[in-house]
Every structure is written in structure tokens, then in C-alpha cells.
């Protein structure tokens, strides 16, 4: 976890392909959230595969970025993880000859690509779905990932909280990968 520090502005932001099914889970969250009352200084983005949209609204100075997204942890299809990276984790160097596709910036390439023009947020929390579906083409959620949108929305609610009073944050407040059961 990252030094204790005073966090004022926090972007959640809703990634993934709306058109591969659960994948579309991050913007779903997003869109929901976008309906209730947030605290001041938090701001709600659905950027899909927007990811190069993402860094730039990163690299506006924010003091906490929270990602919603899906990710392959082996749980059951619903499934919540609650994963908070440190800067150190995530590779910041470009190296001679590579390259970062700005049409295909995955939260992984975001986070380094961030971090390799020196905007790192005060602190990283991403929220991931385990998705059922994300293989083939299709719009809408699955049933699992889509009752797990309203819960989602929830722990980001209790995730905005934590970062402000500067704990640690999910359950078993410390872990790096928490998981929340379906």
C-alpha cells in the first residue's frame, strides 16, 4: 500500500468491450454509479477501450483511480476481487522498439503508461468481476456478472470511504487480491 496521504479527488473509471458480453461489466458499474449522489471530488467515467482517453483523464491529477473491470481469478462467474497495485508493481519504462498501441490500452498498459510520464495517482484500487462470458460477440451481461453490477457499485461506494480515510482497502483490509464471493 501506498504512504498515508490526504486523498481529495478520486476518477472511477468503467473499463472493457461492451460488445464482448461481460466484458462490457466496468461500464455497467460506472453507468450505475452515475446515478447515485457521490461524494464531491468524485468523478465516473465509462471510457469501453478508450484506454489512451483514460491515461489523459489520469494525468489530470487525481489523488486515487479506482478501475472497474473483469479478471480471470479462478472464482465463480460474480465474483469481486478487490486488487490494489503499488507503483513499483507496474513497469514504467518504454523500452527501444516497444511500442503502446493507443487503441488497445488494457488498465495494465494505462497503469504503465502513466506511470512512465510520471502521473501516477496517489493510489491505484481496481474492482474486477469474474466474467462468465468474453469470448464471443454479444451485448448485454451475463446473469452472474449482472447481479453482481448493483454489489460492485456498493463496494466502490465503501472503496471511496476507505481511500479517504486512508485505509486499507477491501476486505481483509491489507490483501492485495481480495476476494468477495458471488
Known sequence: MSEARQIGSILIAGV???WLRDDGFGGAVARRL???ELPAGVDVIDVGTGG???AYEVMRGYDALVLLDV???GGTPGTLYVIEPDEQSVGGGIEDGETINPHAMDPQTVLRFVRS???W???VVVIACEPA???QMGWGLSEEVGEAVERAAQLVLATIEELRSGAAVG???GASGAEIGA
Open 34 to 36: 452515475a446515478q447515485l
Open 133 to 135: 462470458d468474453v469470448e
Open 117 to 119: 510520464v510520471g502521473a
Open 52 to 54: 489512451l482517453d483514460l
Open 171 to 173: 476486505p481483509g483490509a
Open 121 to 123: 495517482p496517489g493510489r
Open 71 to 73: 479478471s480471470h481469478g
Open 16 to 18: 472493457g468491450n461492451s
